[in-house]
């Protein structure tokens, strides 16, 4: 497991105003504690190579906040990046009085002393703030950027789990494990859907009756379904969840169609809606990086996210329709119906989950997708959950995009994008876009 640490590097040099330096070194020491608990502070302000390589000796950073204090040349920042390789946020301090006398700090020359050592190093591929600790902007830029760094760091400690293959014509989720690892981190491994299912057939009643009743709890409606369905969804619940928690999974893909209906007899898609309550993320029709995407934003957002196609678009109410067969969280339903239970609307076989999704300000429509050439993109845009019934049988929630929703759709069929999506709950558009940044990942913003 590695250990997320955020390391806060205040350089500069004794020749400027100490007194104002002190304080805005107090004001951002203050400004970090409130954003995160990872922070690594040194005991005085930097301000010669040797106070900086002795703070150097002591910290493994995750994320390093690279602040002029006062001005400071490029001598210092080099020192940095010569050591470390994780990414760097380069934070600039407006100068705190200008009355016709002294410059305090020049922290924005020191800036560009540093920028133009990481543009060397990094080839520009670092994030940039400019601003007082006090003021809102700086903020919100050093919490995204924090935050961003926090999954990237996330995604290291990630073992994501592929079960069985993608159908015919859904190779767009299938997924490398070389990629996976080269470009997030994270470890990919694979398991065949015979195997899962032989484990679950494996299970008496009574050992797999603890499923049974959480799924009872948390819908509405599962006594309509037969009783063999009932069963052998608890029974492949345990499997799953066994096979997840015995090898460290903090995300699925797994294959639904046809195998659970033709091999089983009841489908898969109720054991992934609970999945993803459980903090596993969760994807059906064995979409991997749809699996990646859902991961990130439950990571971002601390709760479930849908995972859908888009299935309309309403150019009078500036929305898109997201929709899939059955496999949405519980916690993610409408309170005025619940996590109601249904049957596949195509195999006429349950449980599945049948509802529509929950109303919110803001969420964000996201995707890890591939261009032709294998290259990695995000796709990212906001808006607003409507509060909508079930608009077809299945799952569903109804998006009204900030920007105009036929272009979107427009521009992302013919840009070539996959057709899952994960709709996030929240605005966390800028800390995906930060992501994407550091990881040399392409954004496209829609």
């Not at 509405?220 to 066994?242: I, Q, S």
């Not at 294959?255 to 059906?284: E, I």
């Not at 309170?335 to 249904?342: C, L, N, P, R």
Request: aromatic content about 10%.
């Amino acid at each position: 497991m590695t250990k997320f640490q955020v390391a806060y590097v205040p350089v500069g040099v004794p020749t400027f105003h100490l007194e104002s330096a002190q304080k805005e070194f107090e004001k951002s020491i203050d400004l970090l504690n409130t954003i995160t608990d990872a922070a690594i502070v040194p005991d005085k302000m930097l301000l010669s190579i040797q106070d900086l390589t002795n703070f150097l000796d002591t910290i493994e950073p995750s994320l390093i906040i690279l602040q002029n204090i006062t001005f400071a040349n490029a001598a210092y920042a080099s020192e940095v990046l010569k050591r470390f390789s994780c990414p760097v946020l380069l934070w600039t301090l407006r100068e705190p009085v200008i009355d016709g006398g002294r410059l305090r700090l020049n922290s924005l020359t020191g800036a560009y002393s540093a920028g133009n050592a990481l543009a060397a190093f990094r080839d520009g591929n670092f994030e940039y703030i400019f601003g007082a600790p006090q003021e809102e902007r700086a903020k919100k830029t050093i919490s995204a950027c924090i935050r961003a760094a926090w999954l990237k760091n996330e995604l290291k400690n990630l073992r994501i789990a592929s079960v069985g293959h993608t159908p015919q014509g859904f190779g767009f989720g299938r997924a490398m494990d070389a990629d996976m690892q080269k470009v997030f981190g994270a470890t990919l491994e694979s398991i065949e859907v015979r195997e899962l299912i032989d484990m679950a057939k494996g299970y008496t009643d009574d050992e797999c009756s603890e499923y049974l009743d959480k799924m009872t709890k948390c819908t509405v409606g599962l006594d309509k379904t037969p009783d063999n369905n009932r069963k052998d969804f608890a029974r492949l619940c345990k499997a799953y969840k066994e096979y997840v928690d015995e090898n460290n999974i903090g995300a699925l893909s797994s294959r639904c169609w046809p195998d659970f209906f033709t091999a089983f007899g009841t489908p898969v898609c109720g054991v992934l809606a609970m999945l993803n309550d459980m903090g596993v993320a969760a994807s059906c029709e064995a979409d991997t990086y749809g699996a990646l995407s859902m991961y990130m934003g439950m990571k971002l957002s601390e709760q479930a996210v849908f995972f859908g196609d888009p299935v309309s678009l309403d150019e009078s109410e500036n929305t898109i329709t997201f929709w899939h067969c059955g496999t949405a969280a519980c916690s993610i339903a409408r309170e005025d119906t619940g996590a109601t239970i249904g049957v596949h609307p195509n195999r006429k076989i349950g449980p599945v989950m049948d509802f529509g999704c929950k109303a919110a300000d803001k969420v964000t429509v996201f995707r890890v997708g591939q261009k032709a050439d294998g290259s990695f993109r995000f796709f990212v845009t906001t808006g607003s959950a409507l509060d909508k019934p079930k608009q077809f049988c299945g799952t569903s929630i109804v998006v009204r995009t900030d920007k105009k929703s036929y272009d979107i759709v427009n521009q992302s069929v013919k840009d070539g994008w996959e057709p899952h999506f994960v709709v996030i709950y929240g605005d966390c558009s800028d800390e995906l876009k930060i992501l994407g940044h550091m990881l040399e990942i392409e954004v496209c913003e829609y």
